[in-house]
């Protein structure tokens, strides 16, 4: 593990989480970790790309919990509805924070390609067990997968317009249609 990454990654969450997105600067991470902003490019791109992997990490913690939650469902339809609900409560807490529509904006945008990269493998593994133990009919699994993350895009974007909207059955529905 890269410890100057992780220090770089762990101060912008500090500072996103006190300023917000747009009145976080690299500038100011450089001089409180003593680091000049071209060591910081070495190890990330952009702002933009620190923070998708600040986001990234939050995410794949959500995963590994959803991982433990999603064992207990021992049907696969039941397992990729349950993982479908669990991303829609989670998203729905994360939804009622938007203040400001740039930093709602930024977040979102990336937020969404961080969370939807970490939950993947997830999405993967399910369908493959699921066609493996016949619960699923034989499908391509990667696009099968972009698939299901377009359908969940698209309800997370009408939440983000109306977080109080119920979209996860019919989300869950037109997903186990894909698969079955």
Do not use: C
């Not at 999405?123 to 359908?151: H, M, N, W, Y």
Request: aromatic fraction near 14%; hydrophobic fraction near 40%.
């Amino acid at each position: 593990m890269n410890t100057q990454k992780e220090e770089i990654a762990d101060t912008f969450q500090k500072h996103f989480n006190h300023f917000g997105y747009k009145k976080t600067s690299v500038d100011e991470i450089a001089k409180e970790i003593k680091l000049s902003k071209k060591t910081i490019y070495q190890h990330f791109s952009s702002k933009e790309e620190i923070f998708y992997y600040v986001v990234y990490r939050i995410a794949d913690q959500f995963r590994h919990k959803m991982e433990i939650k999603l064992d207990k469902f021992p049907a696969y339809p039941n397992k990729l509805a349950e993982l479908i609900r669990l991303i829609f409560a989670e998203s729905r807490k994360w939804l009622k924070h938007k203040n400001d529509p740039f930093e709602f904006r930024y977040k979102y945008e990336i937020s969404e390609m961080a969370f939807r990269d970490a939950y993947e493998e997830l999405f993967k593994a399910i369908i493959r067990e699921g066609v493996e133990q016949g619960k699923f009919s034989p499908v391509q699994v990667d696009l099968t997968v972009r698939f299901i993350q377009g359908i969940i895009g698209e309800s997370m974007k009408l939440l983000s317009v109306n977080p109080e909207l119920t979209v996860e059955d019919d989300t869950i529905k037109a997903v186990l249609k894909i698969v079955s």
